[in-house]
Structures are given as C-alpha cells and as structure tokens.
C-alpha cells in the first residue's frame, strides 16, 4: 500500500509478479501524475477467478465513499466452480490503502480535479492480489473525446419512456446519425453523464439520479463483402433488479 512516481512500471519485474489486468489504455489517455499500489477486498471466488488471468479494467474507475475508495465497473467474471457462492462480476470491490494515502487522493479529486484510474491487477510474491491506481489528469490532445465542430454534419439521437418504478426509469435510446458513442456524448451534454464512463463520466451533472447505459442491440460490421451482423446483448446482473421494477421481465430476452 505504498505511494510512488514513476516506480510500478519497474516493480512489475520482480520475480514472482503475475500481472492479471493491464490498463494500457489508460496510460495512452491519461497524464499520469502519481501511482499507488493498493490492496484488494475480495470474495474467494474472485480471487480464484483473477488466478485465471479473468477480469478487465477497461471501464473501471475507483470513487471516494465515506472516507474510503472503491474500485467501480470492473468486471471479475464468475468462477465456474464456485456455483451458489459466487459473486456480482461488477460489484463495487473496496481498496485497501493507508490513512494518508486515502487524503492524498482525496485532496487530489475534491481541489485539484484529478481522477484516480485503475492501471493493474497483480499478485504480489506472496501470492496477495494487488493494484495499481493512480491520481492523472486526461490528456485532450489524445483518445476518443468528441468535440463540438461549427462545421460538422449534425448528429441526433431518440429516446423513449419504456417504464417506471419507484426512483427509477427504462429508457430506450437510439443514436439516428451514429452508434452508442454518440449516445454518451449527448447524454453528458445534457448534464446526465454515463456511471462508469471513463471518457465522459466526469461531466458536469445536472442532477437526478445516476445513468445507467447498456448497449441492447448492437450491430457489428463484418466486411465490406458481408453485411453486418446484429446481435442482442443479454441484460447485466446489475441492472435486472432496477429494469425488473420497471415492468421489464427477463423471458423477454
């Protein structure tokens, strides 16, 4: 649980290091301006399912609560042979760090605007998961980011009320002049950022409850000789109870 500029890269070449979850992209898009290795509050069968080398940090971001940080939108897919014990692939996983630490991060969130982002899981040579997070700045000169242009074709998208229950709504979202991109960028700009968007989720909001954003039909090109295919995702363990409230039954799948 120790702080350091510049060291993790380097610590990764000790014997006895196994990287399970490597966050390049992260490092590409980002300033990074501080990394602290931090420790992991796992179940068993997350533990036994990172020793397979099966998770991803693509989307993940950690987040102060109360005092304390926790790792949010990483995904440890199940372990197959933990049946009835096992655990939420996306649930929110807490980080292990010193007292200092955890102010120093917080100082650099609440008064600097920085953003703490995942860039390794790692068992350590006593065989303890590990992580690696760091206080950065996003680079706007690299990455994805969208930005307005005066002489850009416009861009539209539709929505629509499917349900309600109680402080949640199901609504549908189809991007007319682009693909699910465009539906977080137009979601950012009206002051409702995507949870767990790492290029768009720090937005200013607007306020209301949190958005949830999961892509349903997708439409995956093949080549240019083929057309594309269009695929149905099924719906996330941690969005069901909430779409389940607002009259969405899972037989519809």
Known sequence: MSSKSGGAKAARKQVGIKVVA????????????????????????????????????????ATMKKGELFLLNSNIPEYREANRFNHDPKRPR????????????????????????????????????????????????????MKADSHGLPSASTWKVMGRGPGVTWLALEPLTGRTHQLRVHCAEMGWPVIGDNIYGKAPRAGGPPLHLHSREVTVP???????????????????EKLGACGWKETGE
């Open 22 to 61: 490597d966050n390049r992209r992260a490092r590409y898009e980002y300033e990074i301006l501080q990394t602290f290795e931090a420790g992991l509050a796992l179940q068993g069968s997350e533990v036994k399912s990172l020793r397979e080398g099966r998770t991803n940090l693509a989307e993940a971001y």
């Open 94 to 145: 807490k980080l292990l760090l010193h007292s200092k630490e955890i102010q120093k991060l917080s100082v650099g969130i609440t008064r600097e605007g920085l953003t703490i982002i995942p860039l390794k899981i790692f068992f350590n040579p006593r065989g303890r998961a590990k992580i690696d997070i760091a206080l950065a700045k996003r680079d706007d000169t690299r990455g994805w980011w």
């Open 222 to 240: 093949i080549s240019k000789n083929k057309p594309p295919v269009k695929v149905t995702a099924p719906v996330p363990v941690t969005m069901r």
